[in-house]
């Protein structure tokens, strides 16, 4: 048990639709990180939160996007889905942005049909 | 640019018998190395870490590895696996300075452990 939570678990889109994904950080920690995870790869760097300010991005379209919130909670946006999104999406916290104590949630699985 | 490698795709073992889980990095600055263990739709746990100090890092389940900063290495071991072990293993690094604090992942070793 983490602490990291994320919502929803699992859910379907069709090609061209947007979706947003949901993390709960653990208590105390103020930096936030999302992950792609293909199937049968390792996770991908999408982006980082802290503070509520993005503070590194991956190698991935503008049409990811993010939000932190005061709270520490962030959300993940993607527009315009594509078949390729289809994949395990990972939250990630830990305190400060050098934290080294990383913990991840159980992830979303999106599928886009 | 940082870059994890994890020799082998799949290991199978024997129940009892050493685990070996292979990682080599590059990094272009000193790296904190990381071991995640995933299973079966589950997200990563954290098995353990390594920062700075002490090169050999004890983790959870019984686990340890070890930094060779002149292999560029991080090789996971186990004594003595258990069944309860079968899962996928990941290797990441991160860079000690900078401000992007991404991990970088290999793409998984898939341990399975035969009775």
């Known amino acids: 048990e983490t602490g990291v939570t994320q919502s929803p678990t699992h859910l379907i889109k069709t090609r061209g639709q947007q979706v947003t994904l949901r993390c709960s950080s653990q208590s105390g920690h103020n930096t936030v990180s999302w992950y792609q995870q293909a199937l049968g790869q390792g996770p991908q760097f999408i982006f980082q939160y802290y503070r509520e300010e993005e503070n590194g991005r991956g190698n991935f379209p503008p049409r990811f996007s993010g939000l932190q919130f005061p709270n520490y909670s962030s959300e993940l946006n993607v527009n315009a889905l594509e078949l390729d999104d289809s994949a395990l999406y990972l939250c990630?916290?830990?305190?400060?942005?050098?934290?080294?104590?990383?913990?991840f949630g159980e992830g979303s699985w999106l599928t886009v049909v | 640019a940082q870059s994890v490698t994890q020799l082998g795709s799949h290991v199978s073992v024997s129940e009892g018998a050493l685990v070996l889980l292979r990682c080599n990095y590059s990094?272009?600055?000193?790296?904190?190395l990381f071991w995640y263990v995933q299973y079966p739709n589950q997200g990563l746990q954290l098995l353990l870490k390594y920062t700075t100090g002490a090169t050999l890092v004890k983790g959870i389940n019984g686990f340890e590895a070890e930094f060779k900063k002149s292999e560029t290495s991080f090789h996971l071991t186990k004594p003595s696996a258990h069944m309860s072990d079968a899962a996928e293993y990941f290797c990441?690094?991160?860079?000690?300075?900078?401000?992007?604090?991404?991990?970088?992942f290999g793409k998984g070793t898939l341990l399975t452990v035969n009775p």
């Open positions: 990441a690094v991160r860079y000690s300075g900078g401000s992007n604090y991404k991990l970088t």
């Open positions: 990094s272009s600055v000193p790296p904190y």
């Open positions: 990630a916290s830990s305190l400060g942005q050098g934290g080294n104590t990383i913990y």
